[in-house]
Every structure is written in C-alpha cells, then in structure tokens.
C-alpha cells in the first residue's frame, strides 16, 4: 500500500511519443447522467483496474470540460473531461491491472507513483512530463493537504 501522498499517473499510446503523463481520466456520459465524480471512479477502474472509495477523490479546481471534436458533444450525450480529481487515499500497486476495461478508451502503457511535489522546480527534475495544466492541480493538492484542508 502506498501513503496518500502520491499521486497515480499513467502514460497512454496517444501520448507516449511525447512522454507526457496525465491521471486516469476520460469521458462524463453526460445523457445518462454521470457525475465528473463517477467518471473519475470509473475510468480509473477501466485504466488500471483499481476500484477506489469516491470519498478518497477531492476535486481540485473546477472539472474542465472540453468538447473538441462533434464526438465529444454534450447534445450528443458524451463530454470529454480532464479530470481534476485525485485520489488521496492508499493506492494498492500489487492490484493494479492496467486495461482492465480496454474497449472503453486509450490503452494505457505505464503507470507510476510519484510523491506530491511542493515546488514546480521538483516537477520539473522529474524524469517524466506531466500534461501541462496538471502541475498547478498538483501543487494545489499538496498545500491543501498540507493546511489540513482535505
């Protein structure tokens, strides 16, 4: 079990090329009435096969909501969302089983932990770049934590 001061991020197909890691994230489905908070839940099961407690998610900012393409079209009942929640519980490593719901998105080639940072120097000594607007969300995170706040 890993403490509550790390954060999961994974790295996909579609970003692997560039090196750029991001949290499990995905689609709302909007038409059936999912929540961001639901999303978040399920993709991180469908990535990499953790069932987490939505109670140890805390949203961080606003959900940002994009709709890119006619695909991703809320009239149409599905919205892409960069998911600003984080999992401050215990991450189990030994269970997780990445694509353990392939047929619902990107396939996702690595995983790893990595200590809340308290700087964005020590992002930036990562050996890892993570998705540009995430390392303010991170930063966020661990002074909340920090302040007792979540």
């Not at 995905?26 to 407690?53: C, S």
């Not at 999992?87 to 269970?95: C, D, I, P, S, V």
């Not at 990445?98 to 308290?118: D, F, H, Q, S, T």
């Not at 993570?130 to 934590?145: C, F, M, V």
Request: charged share 25%.
């Amino acid at each position: 079990m890993i403490n509550g001061r790390q954060v999961l991020l994974t790295l996909s197909e579609d970003r692997a090329e560039r090196n750029i890691w991001t949290p499990p994230g995905g689609e709302v489905e909007v038409r059936k009435g999912q929540t961001p908070r639901e999303a978040a839940v399920a993709e991180i099961y469908q990535e990499v096969g953790l069932k987490i407690d939505s109670t140890d998610l805390h949203l961080i900012g606003d959900p940002q909501f994009i709709y890119p393409t006619p695909a991703y079209d809320p009239y149409n009942g599905i919205g892409l969302i960069i998911l600003s929640y984080l999992h401050t519980g215990f991450w189990n490593t030994g269970e997780i089983k990445l694509n353990r719901v392939p047929e619902k998105g990107c396939m996702i080639k690595r995983y790893k932990l990595v200590a809340l940072p308290a700087s964005i120097k020590e992002i930036e000594s990562w050996d890892i770049n993570i998705y540009p607007n995430y390392a303010e969300i991170l930063l966020e995170l661990d002074l909340l934590l920090r302040e007792g706040k979540i």
